[in-house]
């Protein structure tokens, strides 16, 4: 399926309300990460047609001619019409009108629910309703705004997996904006916006791998970020970094010589407790003293003090065998390859 | 409940027993404003004279004159408003804030004043009077010059009505419908009119009171034909108090019914949609 995905090339420049010039690749299920505030949804309706911008596909078309389909955050069903009334809106009146919406009920699974009005169904099933509404004019390009800010947690991975499956079945391009980066790994394609402009792009297993700069691994999860420099890139293996108190293994990066500034990301998932008396070898050892700690659902989040403020996340079996209060000594250790390097800014 | 069940420093009984102290003033108080303005109502069934309940002579003209021409005022004041209460809602024109203010005027004019600027702009030594009256039309006592009167009354009260329920149709509906393939005029019809019925339901039951009820205007402007308030006036100087009940029933039996329906179909709409 992720091979024959449907692609679409993107690009839209515009200047009012937002500084906006975007070329993007849009292959199978895309995501398009940000943060709040950078125009993720001011590029998706500039993308309909709904705000003045220079766009290609469809540009020279009016919005209500232009083959894409677009879902707002919250859906946007019309209220004062049932489920398959919604769905019914954008076909033509003909007689087969009500069994064609109801054959696209059917497949999001919601023919049951066809008289319900929107104030009745739950957010999954609005967002459900939303899309067979939107694939009832058959478009070539979706856009999905948000998808997952109106869902609860409990439910939000199943009908996500669900969206997807369904986008997949349609077999159309579609483009989601999002900061949620749970939802870029289930992209076939991703990309990062940042000041107005794209900044990365890729497969999600890249992108996350290798976040390019410090806003982009923010985005991506990362919680720790260092600054320092190159002291060693001798043997074509590792990387010594240093910063004021503190010097850490990477993995080698080509175009890295010895004095140049980079920023280092850490995840805080990735930070290990290095149990006393264990004999593996740690690459990358330091000393913290915990300042506070949160649960934070199965796990802790512990914030350190030592040669550079960390943050780590410890599975709640670790954390209780280690009985981890505030005011504690620790041995922590990282990866290399859980080092990621980014050229300073 | 006593307060030593929340411990020491709680004292939950006396705060209790102040807010029952005074429970009943706020229905008392309320129940006293429903009485002051529904009394003056009740009062209308003791004063008829039911045994000797009769119309006085052309109060039956003045009915038809009402019901046909509020009709009419209020069919052109909602064709007319509803464009104008649209474009207050959804344009972006620069002077939009002056038309805005400006649409308040015929609001705050007491209507009396309003009939004189009335009679002054289109009676018949005015300029704009002669031009219809070259055309045959006259704007004074006649009954075009009725419906003027009427329409200057209400249409200003449609507006303001419409123009909030338009701005209470949330805009991403519209830019949705868009998206699905309709066209302005379509989304108009199928999205922003549905949705904005129950405040323009609202708009036109105030239009059609306004219309029927209008007396100051009607006054200056169009005396004659009599319709229903200018009847009523003329009974009660000519005839006196007991000549003007059976009107005034007819009146209220016209008027408020249309707005008492919409108002009550709208309320079950509302809870029903949101």
């Not at chain 1, 996500?160 to 159309?172: A, H, S």
């Not at chain 1, 976040?211 to 691994?217: E, M, Q």
């Not at chain 2, 006592?141 to 329920?165: C, E, K, S, W």
Request: proline residues 7%; contains cysteine.
């Amino acid at each position: 399926m992720k091979q024959s995905a449907p692609a679409l090339h993107i690009r839209c420049r515009m200047v009012q309300p937002l500084a906006l010039d975007i070329s993007l690749q849009v292959r199978g299920f895309t995501v398009l990460l940000g943060v709040s505030g950078v125009g993720k949804s001011t590029l998706l309706k500039a993308i309909a047609g709904l705000l003045p911008a220079q766009v290609s596909p469809y540009g020279d078309l009016a919005v209500e001619q232009r083959p894409i389909a677009y879902l707002p955050q919250g859906y946007a069903l019309f209220p004062h019409l049932r489920a398959w009334e919604n769905v019914a809106f954008p076909l033509s009146r003909s007689a087969h009108r009500r069994t064609d919406a109801l054959a696209l009920l059917q497949r999001v699974g919601l023919e049951d629910l066809a008289n319900r009005f929107p104030s009745e169904l739950s957010g999954g099933q609005k967002q459900r309703v939303a899309l067979a509404r939107a694939l009832a004019r058959k478009p070539r390009l979706l856009l999905l705004d948000e998808p997952t800010s109106a869902l609860d947690m409990a439910t939000r991975d199943e009908v996500m997996d669900e969206l997807v499956r369904e986008i997949y079945e349609f077999g159309i391009p579609v483009l989601a904006v999002s900061h949620d980066p749970h939802l870029a790994m289930l992209a076939d394609h991703m990309a990062i916006l940042r000041d107005g402009r794209i900044v990365q792009e890729g497969a999600p297993t890249e992108v996350f791998a290798r976040p390019g700069h410090v806003a982009s691994a923010r985005l991506l999860g990362f919680r720790n970020f260092l600054s320092g420099r190159v002291i060693d890139s001798e043997d074509e293996s590792h990387l010594q970094v240093a910063g004021s108190d503190w010097q850490l293994q990477a993995e080698w990066q080509a175009g890295l010589s010895v004095g140049t500034s980079v920023q280092l990301a850490l995840r805080a998932e990735d930070i290990y407790l290095q149990e006393t008396g264990a004999t593996h070898f740690c690459p990358n050892p330091l000393s913290v003293q915990v300042k506070a700690c949160r649960k934070e659902g199965l796990s802790m989040r512990l914030y350190l003090e030592g040669p550079t403020p960390l943050e780590m996340l410890l599975p709640r079996p670790q954390a209780e065998a280690a009985q981890i209060s505030v005011g504690n000594f620790l041995k922590v250790c990282v990866q290399p390859r859980h080092v990621q390097i980014m050229t300073a800014e | 409940m006593r307060s030593a069940d929340y411990g020491p420093g709680f004292p939950v009984y006396r705060v209790t027993a102040g807010f029952d102290r005074f429970r009943w003033m706020g229905p008392a108080l309320a129940g006293l404003v429903f009485v002051f303005l529904l009394a003056p109502f009740a009062a209308l069934i003791f004063a008829t004279d039911w045994h000797d309940f009769h119309f006085a002579e052309g109060d039956l003209g003045a009915i038809r004159t009402s019901l046909l021409y509020s009709m009419l005022a209020l069919i052109i004041s909602v064709l007319a408003g509803t464009p104008l209460a649209w474009w207050l809602a959804r344009g972006q024109g620069r002077g939009k804030w002056f038309f805005d203010a400006l649409l308040m005027l015929p609001l705050l004019t007491p209507p009396l004043a309003l009939g004189i600027l009335l009679s002054s702009f289109y009676g018949p030594y005015s300029p704009v009077g002669t031009l219809f009256s070259h055309a045959g039309l006259y704007l004074t006592n006649t009954a075009p010059a009725f419906i003027l009167a009427q329409i200057y009354g209400a249409m200003p009260y449609y507006i303001i009505a419409a123009r909030a329920a338009f701005e209470g149709v949330p805009r991403e509906l519209e830019q949705i419908s868009q998206t699905l393939g309709r066209n302005r005029l379509q989304t108009f019809w199928q999205v922003t009119l549905p949705l904005a019925r129950i405040g323009l339901s609202a708009g036109v039951a105030l239009a059609w009171v306004r219309a029927m009820g209008e007396f100051g205007i009607v006054l200056i402007v169009a005396y004659f034909p009599e319709g229903i308030p200018v009847k009523l006036w003329v009974n009660l100087q000519d005839i006196g108090l007991s000549a003007v009940y059976p009107l005034l029933w007819i009146f209220f039996l016209v008027a408020v019914p249309l707005p008492l329906w919409i108002g009550l179909r709208a309320r079950r709409q509302t809870q029903a949609l949101f």
